[in-house]
Each structure stands twice: as C-alpha cells, then as structure tokens.
C-alpha cells in the first residue's frame, strides 16, 4: 500500500460546528504533516508528527487541533473556524529514521479535503 | 532568505509538443529538490527527487536536471498529454537541524501548464 489516504473528500461546516479531518497512511512512515492550501498558492505547513510526537507547530491557531492516536492515523480537529480558513487541507507522509532530519525524505500526499466554513 | 522562483508562471502548449520548465532556488544549504505535479484541487504527486550530487533524473516522458553550482533546476516534458495539464511544484528541502518547519521546505509557486489538442 503505497499511498495516503484522507477523508472526507469534502466538508461544509458552520462557523460554530466541530468536525475532524482524518488521514491514513500503512507505508511504515514515522513523519505526518498537515498542509493548507488556498487557491492558486503553494501548500503551507501547519503541523508535523515525528513518532507520533508534534515536532512543528507553524503558529497555527488554536481553532486547528492535531492528533496523531498512532503511526498510521493523524487527525485535524476542527472547532470555531472562520470563512477564510476555507481551502485544501493536505495530509503527507514521509520515512523518518532515528535522528534523521524532518523534510530529508520524499513526501507522499494524499488528495487532500476540500473545506468550506460558511 | 530561502526563496524558490519557478518560471513560466503559465504556459500553453500544443499536446504532442515538448516543454521545460524552471526552478531557481537560493535556499541554503541545500539538502535536495522535488518536482511534484498536482492536478487542481488534489494533492501533490511526486515526480522526482534529486540530492546534490545528482545532474539528471528521469521518470518516464518527465525528466529532470539540478546544476546545483548555479542553484537552478529544470522539468523537461516530453511529447506531452493533455493529462499533463496541471500545476508542477519545485519543492527545496534545505539541510538544517533547527528552526521552523517552513524554513526546512522551501515550496515554488508552481507553473500552471496547460496541454490543449
């Protein structure tokens, strides 16, 4: 299995509801980001796991909750979110080993999930 | 500062045709460089990866060079497919053991290509 998976595909969601993104990977990778990308801009890094610990948090505000409940899984949860924080969020992964560095490693994305805060 | 320049910002071409792209980077030091290609609204998907020592790589009708003296990359596209209408992303990763995460991977802003029949 060679590939990341996320769900849901696409998500709508109030500026009052809770909702979580998931995403799932089974290639034995150590390193998982979240990404946010908004129309026409390169992907931006919110957060990284490294073993299961959060190594990076790019300033990203509190309304963006990460998870990582094991090796495979890493979760966004979402609460109080506003309209402009409406864009593809991307999950990666990557081979880390030991003390390598974060980012040495080729990234596997997943096709992302599209959300609209209205 | 760690910057990526890509150029064309957009470019057209005819499908069947032949095509380079551009990557520039001043990000230091440099640990590698990736093409991605992602098709809009989906995730990147990795084309190449090359290490500093590394001139030429290929992946199929995809083939990529470094000349890591000048700090300049290219994606040459051969005979191209109207499948390969997407946005490709020159991506740094830069050798550090500190500092913020966005210091580490340097993302391009993409070329937009666009294959019409």
């Known amino acids: 299995d060679t590939e990341v998976t996320q769900t849901p595909k696409h998500l709508v969601m109030g500026m009052t509801n809770k909702k979580s993104l998931k995403c799932e990977q089974h290639?034995?990778?150590?390193?998982m980001y979240w990404y946010k990308q908004k129309a026409k801009k390169p992907p931006e890094l919110m957060f990284v796991?490294?073993?299961?610990?959060?190594?990076i948090n790019e300033s990203v505000p509190s309304r963006f909750s990460p998870e990582c409940p094991n090796s495979s899984l890493l979760n966004l949860h979402l609460h109080a979110l506003q309209p402009e924080d409406s864009a593809l969020y991307l999950c990666?992964?990557?081979?880390?080993?030991?003390?390598?560095?974060?980012?040495?490693?080729?990234?596997?994305f997943g096709p992302g999930t599209r959300l609209t805060v209205l | 500062k760690n910057q990526v320049e890509q150029s064309p910002q957009s470019l057209i071409i005819l499908e069947g045709k032949n095509c380079t792209l551009q990557?520039?980077?001043?990000?230091?030091?440099?640990?590698?460089l990736r093409w991605y290609k992602q098709d809009t609204g989906r995730g990147p998907v990795s084309l190449t990866i090359?290490?500093?020592?590394?001139n030429t790589k290929s992946n199929g009708r995809y083939t990529a060079t470094l000349d890591a003296d000048t700090k300049q990359s290219s994606l040459h596209i051969t005979a191209s497919q109207l499948s390969d209408s997407a946005s490709y992303i020159c991506?740094?990763?830069?050798?550090?053991?500190?500092?913020?995460?966005?210091?580490?991977?340097?993302f391009g802003k993409g070329t937009k290509l666009s294959v019409i029949p």
């Open positions: 090359m290490t500093f020592s590394e």
């Open positions: 990557c520039n980077y001043t990000v230091s030091p440099f640990s590698n």
């Open positions: 290639m034995g990778h150590r390193a």
């Open positions: 991506v740094v990763s830069r050798t550090a053991y500190s500092g913020a995460g966005s210091y580490q991977l340097t």
């Open positions: 990666a992964s990557s081979h880390q080993r030991g003390t390598e560095l974060l980012f040495h490693n080729e990234q596997f």
């Open positions: 796991y490294s073993y299961e610990k959060l190594s």
